[in-house]
């Protein structure tokens, strides 16, 4: 193909394509989200057992969903920093980490609020939430490991190896409903079968699930930008793209 | 080969092996990952003994019943081959019906009954408006129906 990836992987040109990209991918996650929230609570019936607690599912399942694929592209982020020993790279996976958190924590949070009214209890410590929760502390982790070293390129090795270790935790969470009893139900939708769902219900989570999408690209994209800014300080290339925006 | 192939060989190489350890940890915590004890397991002798454990399954139709005095109530849980009769006290969650899954926690009691102190409802992967559920309710009962009517023409 005629483009030449690796260009992208300097801040210099990459810098100026996060900066074009980032509202535009902010706009399409408000103009979806607007339709999928509207689907979900307003069009999407009842759930025949579970009432209308059921709706959680549509900011639940897509952002636990997000929460495994960030840490997978974070992981992917960190393989290449390792290997290549590449700036972006590292700076990617320290963008996409409190995003990350964040959908960890959305997932755990509207599960506490879905699961009292349904099983009858905030938590429990099933496979499936006790391995979310790892998720969870394994993002805060790589965070605090960055925090506390001083010098940035230490800090790059160190979190792509912690980052690298803990990807192992993303298939046991995928899988965790299958290989043991879990209080937690299976999978309404998978790669290999027909959704379990109504269809107007699988509709509305694809849409919300696109629009988590778009929203933390554009939130990553947007925060790459300041974190280049902050360790490219002094850089004349910087001083010059700065100029010229 | 590289230095930077030597890399990439070294990160594949390390997540290999992490995954081999990750399954053999996963594979001897096996029994410490697992939620709930089926009936049948519970009458294998597999659950563990003399301390709480939880107990999954359903509800077995018309089994349920309510002491009219108190917030007792005495259930039979089952797995299709083996079941569990359940005494508790307290609120039941919202979703708790006859013929759907349910996990309790507690202990077995010498005469073979399960005195649960927590109750949880387990709800399954399928969510449909009340008007299908209704409709494959019907459905349901009519092929039933039907089956009856077979033997007696």
């Known amino acids: 193909m005629g483009i030449n990836w690796f260009r992208y992987a300097s801040p210099v040109s990459f810098l100026p394509l996060a900066r074009a990209l980032a509202p535009w991918f902010l706009a399409t996650a408000a103009v979806l989200g607007g339709i999928g929230l509207w689907l979900g609570f307003g069009v999407a019936p009842t759930d025949a057992t579970q009432g209308d607690a059921y709706r959680i599912i549509f900011i639940h399942v897509p952002a636990a969903w997000m929460a495994m694929f960030i840490y997978v592209v974070m992981a992917g982020w960190s393989a290449l920093a390792l290997g290549y020993n590449t700036r972006l790279s590292a700076m990617m996976a320290q963008a996409l980490a409190p995003t990350g958190a964040l959908m960890a924590a959305l997932a755990l949070w509207t599960g506490a609020f879905w699961g009292r009214p349904t099983w009858g209890t905030y938590w429990a410590w099933d496979a499936r939430m006790s391995s979310t929760l790892i998720l969870l502390f394994l993002y805060v982790g790589v965070i605090a490991l960055r925090g506390a070293f001083d010098d940035a390129r230490r800090a790059d090795r160190a979190c792509a190896l912690l980052t690298l270790v803990g990807v192992v935790n993303v298939p046991i969470i995928y899988f965790s409903v299958r290989w043991w009893n879990t209080l937690h139900q299976g999978s309404s939708i998978s790669l290999t079968a027909a959704p379990t769902m109504a269809a107007i219900m699988v509709t509305a989570m694809l849409v919300m699930t696109f629009a988590l999408w778009a929203y933390c690209i554009g939130v990553v994209l947007w925060r790459v930008q300041a974190i280049v800014a902050e360790r490219e300080e002094g850089a004349p290339w910087l001083a010059r793209t700065a100029v010229a925006r | ?153």
Do not use: W
């Open chain 2, 1 to 153: 080969m590289t230095p930077r192939h030597r890399r990439f060989a070294l990160i594949g190489a390390g997540l290999c092996v992490l995954a081999v350890v990750a399954a053999l940890v996963l594979n001897a915590f096996q029994s410490n990952l697992v939620f709930f004890f089926s009936p049948s397991q519970v009458v294998a002798h597999e659950a563990p003994q003399g301390k709480p454990f939880r107990i999954g399954g359903m509800v077995v139709d018309h089994s349920l019943t309510r002491d009219p005095a108190t917030l007792t109530v005495r259930f039979i849980v089952t797995d299709t081959v083996h079941t569990i009769p359940v005494v508790y006290t307290g609120l039941l969650p919202d979703l708790f019906k006859e013929g759907k899954g349910v996990v309790a926690q507690g202990s077995l009691q010498p005469d073979g009954t399960f005195r649960a102190t927590e109750v949880l409802a387990k709800h399954d992967e399928n969510y449909m408006p009340p008007e299908a559920a209704a409709a494959m309710k019907a459905a349901r009962e009519g092929m039933n129906d039907k089956t009856f009517e077979k033997p007696q023409p």
